[in-house]
């Protein structure tokens, strides 16, 4: 007798956990319903912000693309200069203007003009890389003068305005690929 009541109480625990356990459960007579993970929970704007630029600069700026072999004879010289974008961020990560205090202590880059100039461009000897096979790396550096006015407002104790109309920064910003070497295998097989 005592065998059966537990086998008749595990039968229904285990019948009510494969019912919570399926897709209709949750479905109420109201719709679905998800109990305490239903509440939106706050996120504040400073972190979703951080993490949308994280994502922008790594899928944009941090990876470097293996591009197929250098012709005999082409060129070897790097053609894409750091964009206006890149050139910005980098600025950003470098002296910061966002997360200031509305109203206490705000700081603005007006006229903004960029300059960029290469400063070197050289290809290194083939090599074995862990991921990529043989290929050779390709360096651009490039230095780029940011120029603009700057402007901050103070508002706390006394409320004044800074105003630098010469503000100028320099950023080195390298751009680095790899060249495949020798036979590629592209993947792609024609077959007649």
């Not at 100039?117 to 390709?138: E, N, S, T, V």
Request: negative net charge; aromatic residues 10%; contains cysteine.
């Amino acid at each position: 007798m005592m065998a059966r009541t537990h086998f008749l109480t595990l039968a229904l625990l285990m019948t009510v956990g494969t019912a919570s356990q399926s897709g209709c459960f949750w479905i109420t007579a109201q719709g679905p319903n998800l109990g305490p993970l239903a509440f939106p929970i706050p996120v504040p704007v400073y972190m979703q912000k951080s993490k949308e630029d994280k994502f922008w600069n790594y899928e944009r700026y941090e990876r470097a693309p293996v591009l197929g072999p250098i012709p005999p004879g082409g060129p070897c010289e790097a053609v894409d200069e750091p964009s206006d974008d890149e050139v910005m961020r980098a600025l950003e990560k470098a002296r910061p203007v966002q997360g200031t205090w509305p109203f206490l202590y705000e700081t603005q880059r007006n006229h903004v003009r960029i300059t960029k100039c290469k400063i070197a461009d050289y290809i290194d000897p083939p090599r074995q890389y862990p991921l990529a096979g043989p290929a050779q790396q390709h360096h651009a550096q490039y230095k780029c003068t940011v120029y603009y006015q700057e402007v901050k407002r103070i508002g706390w104790p006394v409320p004044h305005t800074l105003v630098d109309e010469d503000t100028q920064e320099v950023l080195y910003i390298d751009h680095n690929h790899l060249h495949m070497v020798g036979d590629v295998d592209t993947g792609c097989e024609a077959n007649f």
